[in-house]
């Protein structure tokens, strides 16, 4: 693996309990952990087997149980290695999404926050490429409304697509600016912002990422993230 770059890690150095050699040595780990994330209104839990074929295309072997479950969400959950997601009918159908299991903690504050059991006004701001949205849709009472926002227009493409594989009725993707949601003040009852980043949780699994970090780019995105804040 290539080396973290150096201003990064000197960052990080001043961090109480940040351990470099630990920090460095999961960054070179050569299988990071895969989790999904299931659609509720596709797949009971109860009922839910995930499913590879063999490479003779024939005999399934179950990727992982009920019992690897993870524990801050109702539909997360570990697999044993990581397949191949595009040759699964399951995945093209939405049964589930692929995600880093630390973005699906969103869920512990939605549900101690908020009383899901009435219909709720949400806005995913910077929704794409729909992680967070098919998560806040499988939560949220059927009668509530979701706007799922994104600004690059090349990426709410493929935000319309996870949310219509999802088979959410009640989620509007739109294309705005952060700024032009000003003009429904006190609208909705709950805006969820994940905020552009620098990146640098990418780069365990997308090594392009290390090349494109830089001290600009960080004071770049934390300029950003005012201004939508301040939006």
């Not at 006004?121 to 409304?145: F, N, R, W, Y």
Request: net charge negative; with cysteine.
């Amino acid at each position: 693996m290539k080396n973290l770059p150096a201003g990064f890690l000197q960052s990080l150095s001043g961090i109480t309990g940040f351990d470099k050699d630990a920090f460095e040595s999961v960054h070179e780990v050569s299988s990071p952990v895969t989790a999904v994330r299931i659609n509720p209104r596709k797949n009971p839990v109860h009922e839910w087997a995930l499913q590879e074929l063999s490479p003779e295309g024939q005999v399934p072997s179950t990727l992982f149980n009920i019992n690897d479950p993870v524990p801050w969400t109702q539909y997360g959950f570990y697999l044993n290695k990581r397949p191949s997601f595009t040759f699964d009918p399951f995945f093209h159908a939405g049964s589930y999404y692929v995600q880093e299991a630390s973005s699906m903690f969103m869920e512990q504050p939605f549900r101690q926050l908020l009383d899901l059991s009435r219909p709720l006004k949400v806005l995913d701001l910077c929704a794409a490429p729909g992680g967070k949205t098919t998560h806040l849709q499988s939560m949220i009472h059927e009668d509530s409304l979701l706007v799922s926002n994104e600004l690059i227009r090349a990426r709410t493409n493929i935000l319309q697509d996870n949310v219509v594989k999802w088979g959410a009725e009640n989620v509007v993707v739109t294309n705005n600016d952060a700024a032009a949601f000003q003009q429904l003040p006190a609208y909705f009852d709950v805006m969820v912002v994940d905020a552009p980043c620098s990146g640098s949780g990418l780069f365990r699994k997308d090594k392009a990422a290390i090349d494109e970090w830089s001290p600009h780019q960080v004071i770049g995105c934390s300029k950003r993230q005012q201004q939508i804040l301040a939006d």
